[in-house]
């Protein structure tokens, strides 16, 4: 999604989030209604950003995670090297109308389009293919960029592996302070969804469970764990349990909790203010609760994005015939879009509409 680099810029990210309807449906009157929501709730988010330093650090850890992964690249692929980073955000600068004429200017002729939510969601990984090929024809009508897609990779080992790393480096923390780690619960948080996205067969519940449960493998499921969820909005039912219900419960009960954002690539407004500040400042206990660090700059996490990105490369290579279409997306977005084409406008039929076979 991105978010605002400067918190001047908020108003304008709330209102492309608002008024996407492939992520929140608010019925026919959605771009006023979304204006209404932003003026009412735009002071107040404005303010967070204040809190955490003036806005939101995503585009620098994208950027950096980005130039970091092709430098890998061009070692471990020579043969489609050179590799060039481009970031493109869904609600904030810069936005795919901006990177794709880049692009074109560039000269790039092959792309892959790399969705930093390890766990799809239509609403999420979903809505950004579908802004990628309603720009692609707006600013790419003749098809100059041949586009593949990483569309999701939950149990990733060396993601597993580095958010195991973090948990690892605050259960040290509480051992240092003379807490018994045996006794510390490990609270997952993700990103909450509708219930009715749920209901209609979004893969994204079952993926972040994959996520939970490939980092307590690489743990030997050492500590007491739950999956919950954060960031509601509106009054529709979510998923649920709430992740500041769930933590406040707990930590009144364990020497110590640790919270995992794992849905997360990089720290934003949910993890910096979210959880915090504004989840600590609800704690009877607050300093027997730490938030495992970011992914951001990690050197495994960037090995992990590379890793994923050459076995999408060789794949795209190896790939001939029948096969091509499948090697440029994962086997499940079809079934995505199975459930889900119904609910979009101005998309294509079918996903190999977007994702064809090299030229």
């Known amino acids: 999604m991105g978010g605002p680099t400067e918190s001047k810029d908020t108003p304008e990210f709330l209102t492309r989030l608002f008024a996407d309807d492939d992520i929140i449906k608010l019925g026919p009157f959605q771009p006023w209604v979304a204006k209404f929501i932003v003026k009412r709730r735009a002071p107040k988010i404005i303010e967070h950003y204040n809190e955490i330093g003036g806005g939101s650090p995503i585009l620098k850890w994208s950027s950096y995670q980005n130039e970091q992964l092709c430098k890998i690249l061009d070692q471990t692929n020579p043969q489609s090297a050179p590799h060039k980073p481009y970031v493109a955000f869904r609600y904030a600068n810069p936005l795919f109308e901006e990177t794709i004429p880049q692009m074109i200017k560039d000269g790039v002729k092959k792309a892959v389009a790399f969705s930093q939510y390890p766990q799809f969601s239509y609403a999420t990984t979903g809505s950004s293919i579908n802004d990628l090929y309603r720009q692609s024809k707006k600013y790419d009508p003749s098809e100059s960029i041949s586009w593949s897609i990483i569309d999701r990779w939950p149990d990733h080992p060396l993601l597993s592996k580095t958010f195991a790393n973090h948990i690892t480096d605050k259960l040290t923390e509480f051992e240092n302070e003379g807490v018994d ?56 039912p979510w998923l649920a349990p709430k992740t500041d219900k769930i933590v406040n419960q707990l930590h009144k009960i364990y020497d110590g909790v640790i919270i995992v954002p794992i849905a997360f690539t990089s720290d934003h407004i949910e993890t910096l203010h979210e959880l915090d500040i504004e989840l600590k400042e609800e704690l009877k206990y607050p300093d027997k609760v730490k938030r495992a660090e ?5 050197p495994l996490f960037i090995e992990c994005l590379a890793d994923i990105t050459k076995t999408h490369l060789d794949g795209l290579n190896n790939s001939t015939g029948s096969n091509n279409n499948l090697k440029r997306y994962s086997n499940q977005l079809e079934l995505d879009y199975h459930f889900f084409q119904s609910d979009s406008k101005n998309i294509f039929n079918h996903v190999s509409e977007l994702f064809k076979p090299f030229k």
Do not use: C
């Open 181 to 236: 780690t045996k006794n510390v619960a490990i609270i997952f948080s993700a990103h909450s969804l509708p219930l009715y996205t749920v209901n209609k067969g979004d893969s994204y519940p079952a993926e972040v469970a994959a996520t939970v449960y490939s980092v307590m493998k690489q743990l030997n499921f050492s500590n007491p764990y739950r999956l919950t969820w954060q960031s509601k909005v509106g009054p529709v």
């Open 294 to 298: 970011s992914l951001n700059g990690d």
